[in-house]
């Protein structure tokens, strides 16, 4: 996991990259919740995740959750097929802002 | 029909990677595609974190998996079946979330996992005998081979 965040600290990018299942997705959110505090505009990039269990889309959700109470917004770029059939499947596709 | 490939395994989060690795071992190598692999091994995910959690709380016990696999033409039928000895849990009679809302806040974090299996897998059965829970998951994969 990477993250890029902007000179004036309002844009983060996060790079999520190999396996999100039930063991790491606590330790995602954590790190995310200590970096987003400041952030306006979330980005994650999902170029290099290949796998993204139910776990890690509870993080999403609730990050979404966040970045909307405090008028942020959140964007999710770069989902490769597989993923993006979890999202079709729940139907988290039509609540995430995703850019092709 | 392949033989049974079983693994006993104490049911604790932690083991996950050892499931993982077991449900990985034995699809690799069996011309199935990578796709269907990662779809089996998030349903497997799903089922397996349910029991780590759930099943013996706030003990814990043993879990044991099933695999097997039969070859015809052009697919081949996947069964994996679970088992623990914990508390009766169904999962498929859980409902399901509704995401059709459009307002995130009213979206539950909960309940998306076994949503989930339904979704992906042919078939899902649940059964309680001599005080076994046994769910058991059934996919049809179409294999690579030409």
Redesign the interface.
């Known amino acids: 996991m990477h993250f890029e965040k902007s000179s004036d600290g309002l844009s983060m990018t996060v790079k999520l990259s190999g396996e999100i299942?039930?063991?790491n997705a606590p330790n995602l959110e954590e790190e995310l919740l200590h970096k987003i505090d400041t952030v306006k505009n979330l980005t994650f990039d999902m170029k290099n995740l290949?796998?993204l269990?139910?776990?890690g889309?509870?993080v999403l959700?609730?990050t979404?959750?966040l970045m909307?109470s405090k008028e942020g917004n959140m964007i999710i770029k770069n989902v490769n097929?597989?993923v993006m059939?979890?999202f079709k499947?729940?139907?988290?596709i039509?609540?995430f802002t995703i850019e092709h | 029909m392949s033989e049974l490939i079983s693994l006993k395994i104490t049911a604790l989060r932690e083991n996950l990677a050892k499931v993982f690795e077991f449900i990985q071992d034995n699809l690799n190598n069996c011309d199935i595609p990578k796709k269907a692999i990662r779809q089996i091994k998030l349903c497997v995910e799903e089922i397996y974190m349910n029991i780590a959690n759930y099943a013996y709380n706030p003990k814990t016990g043993e879990a044991r998996m099933h695999i097997q696999m039969q070859n015809n033409e052009q697919y081949i039928n996947i069964i994996i079946q679970f088992e623990d000895n914990g508390i009766p849990y169904d999962p498929t009679t859980k409902p399901d979330p509704d995401t059709s809302k459009t307002n995130i806040d009213n979206i539950p974090i909960g309940g998306l996992g076994i949503y989930l299996v339904k979704n992906t897998m042919d078939n899902i059965k649940y059964e309680r005998k001599n005080n076994t829970n046994i769910l058991t998951i059934e996919k049809n994969v179409e294999t690579e081979r030409k």
């Not at chain 1, 499947?89 to 988290?92: I, L």
């Open positions: 299942d039930s063991i290949e796998y269990s139910s776990a889309l509870r959700l609730a979404q959750k909307k097929d597989e059939d979890i499947v729940t139907g988290f039509r609540l």
